[in-house]
Every structure is written in C-alpha cells, then in structure tokens.
C-alpha cells in the first residue's frame, strides 16, 4: 500500500545544485522516517542520508555531509534531498526510502523504496 515516488534528478554541471523529491502515500497516517540511498554504475547502493519522523534527526553519510541537506515537509507527505556542490562522483540513480516508525534504532534500512531518479553530474 505505501509507494513513494522520486522526481527531480537530471544532468547538471560540477558545482552545480539539484533538488529531489520523494511523495508518499499509502501510510495512512501512520507515522515513518524517510531516508535517501543511492547507487551508481558497477557500485552497491549505499546509503545517503536518512531523517526522522518529527525532523529533528538526520544522519549523513560522510562523502555528502556539508553539501547535502534532507528534510521533510509532513503536511505535504514529501521528503526532499538538497544536493550542493555537486561532483561527478554524485552520479548515480538515487532512490528514497521510508520505513514504520519516529526514528530507526541503528543502520537505516527502509522498508518501502521507490522506483529511483537519475542524476548525472558532467565535468
């Protein structure tokens, strides 16, 4: 029942910024953390970043944290990934996640995924 739908990736220069979305639905009402992972050519996914349900709680992977940013706006059932100063090596097919719950107890594994958003950052 619950889908979550990515939009707003596509080719930008280095340096430059994007802005992803991810709307949800299907939860009713219930609340869930939100989290971003992406996955590039002949690379695992891994994870991005990850915010809890109030949005008072992010984690950042090492490699975007200062640059990246999530949040979530509730009243809209949308999560959001603000991606600044991009480099070639964020290209990759980023895809959000949600998972039951206020906040995850350890390693972030969403329940629920989406079907990914291409980014493409050229030198």
């Known amino acids: 029942q619950v889908q979550l739908v990515e939009s707003g990736g596509g080719l930008v220069q280095a340096g430059g910024s994007l802005r992803l979305s991810c709307a949800v639905s299907?939860?009713?009402?219930?609340?869930?953390?939100m989290g971003w992972f992406r996955q590039a050519p002949g690379k695992e996914r891994e994870f991005v970043a990850a915010?809890?349900?109030?949005?008072?709680?992010?984690n950042y992977a090492r490699a975007v944290k200062g640059r990246f940013t999530i949040s979530r706006d509730n009243a809209k059932n949308t999560g959001y990934l603000q991606m600044n100063s991009l480099k070639p090596e964020d290209t990759a097919v980023y895809y959000c996640?949600?998972?039951?719950?206020?906040?995850?107890?350890?390693?972030?594994?969403?329940?629920?995924w989406g079907q990914g958003t291409q980014v493409t950052v050229s030198a």
């Open positions: 915010i809890s349900w109030s949005g008072e709680v992010t």
């Open positions: 996640g949600a998972d039951h719950g206020t906040i995850w107890a350890t390693r972030y594994t969403p329940s629920y």
């Open positions: 299907g939860h009713g009402g219930s609340t869930y953390t």
